[in-house]
């Protein structure tokens, strides 16, 4: 399967002060507000996500259209530690998800998720990064 989009719930959010969201934000275009069933954990001054299959566990984020997929998945991808490249290899694996806009419409879109357990880690009870 492919996808254009992209769901983004931490360090990569619209208006984040990061470098790597205004990289993304030069690189893509907003499509808005949406959620996916999961969980998210504090991992250190950014979160993760896990997915879930009950209904009531959402992560909240951001979903966006990607420009130049290949040149901006490859950067992507290194700064969200897939492969060996970077500093914490395979901490999170890319995969495609059916989430939700807040027009309840559905969309096939990639979102990193964690991929190191999770049961020494604090849960965001609110599936949202911006308002723990």
Do not use: C
């Not at 395979?90 to 991929?115: G, P």
């Amino acid at each position: 399967m492919h996808s254009e989009y992209l769901f983004v719930y931490g360090t990569l959010l619209k208006n984040f002060d990061s470098y790597m969201s205004k990289f993304l934000d030069r690189n893509s275009e907003f499509i808005g507000p949406g959620y996916f069933n999961g969980k998210l954990f504090e991992i250190s001054w950014y979160p993760g996500a896990i997915l879930s299959e009950d209904d009531s566990e959402k992560v909240y984020g951001h979903v966006f259209k990607i420009n130049n997929e290949s040149k901006t998945f490859k950067i992507l991808d290194d700064y969200e530690g897939i492969g060996d490249t970077t500093e914490h290899p395979n901490e999170y694996k890319r995969v495609l998800i059916e989430a939700y806009l807040d027009s309840k419409e559905t969309i096939n879109t990639w979102v990193y998720i964690y991929n190191l357990p999770t049961s020494s880690l604090k849960l965001i009870t609110s599936g949202n990064y911006l308002k723990q």
